[in-house]
């Protein structure tokens, strides 16, 4: 039988939470090397924009790293199927008129791309969860942020060393 219950909380997710028992806290847990995950080469543009944005927003904090890039890519890839499902649904409308022969010839069905769509969205769901995308699994964290560079502090320092 499988484990029940919810699944564990890594100790470095329970650490940014504030976790501070050490009795809770598992210090013989693997720490993945640090860095940033790398953008795979054939990664589609579509996906390579979510990737970006990814990585632009949630970087800094250190939740993802290297060892996550296949799960990033899932997710990337996911949201692109997604966005391009949910567009062509749009356009076409949840019923279609269905073809072939049969007794259902010419009647009004449920678009197949809806299924598509909702399998993406469940998909995009579960992967943001695990990477710490949505706003309950961000709940409590307190990851370190990089201060944002700001264009006028930078340009009294480089006044100062001329």
């Not at 640090?34 to 579509?46: E, M, N, V, Y």
């Not at 649904?89 to 069905?109: D, F, K």
């Not at 598509?116 to 998909?123: F, I, K, S, T």
Request: charged content about 25%; glycine content about 8%; aromatic content about 4%.
């Amino acid at each position: 039988m499988g484990s029940r219950g919810p699944a564990p909380t890594p100790t470095r997710l329970k650490v940014l939470r504030g976790e501070t028992r050490p009795s809770r806290l598992n210090h013989a847990a693997p720490e993945p090397r640090g860095g940033r995950p790398r953008q795979p080469a054939d990664l589609s543009p579509a996906a390579s924009a979510v990737w970006r944005r990814v990585l632009r927003e949630m970087g800094a904090t250190g939740v993802i790293s290297a060892v996550d890039a296949d799960i990033l890519r899932a997710y990337c890839e996911a949201v692109s199927r997604y966005a391009y499902a949910a567009a062509a649904l749009e356009q076409v409308g949840p019923l279609i008129t269905a073809a072939g022969s049969g007794a259902r010839r010419g009647e009004l069905v449920k678009n197949p791309l809806h299924q598509v769509v909702r399998d993406n969205a469940l998909l995009v769901r579960a992967l943001a969860r695990e990477l710490g995308l949505t706003p309950a699994a961000r709940v409590g964290l307190t990851g370190h942020h990089e201060p944002e560079a700001d264009p006028f502090d930078a340009f009294l320092r480089s006044e100062d060393e001329a």
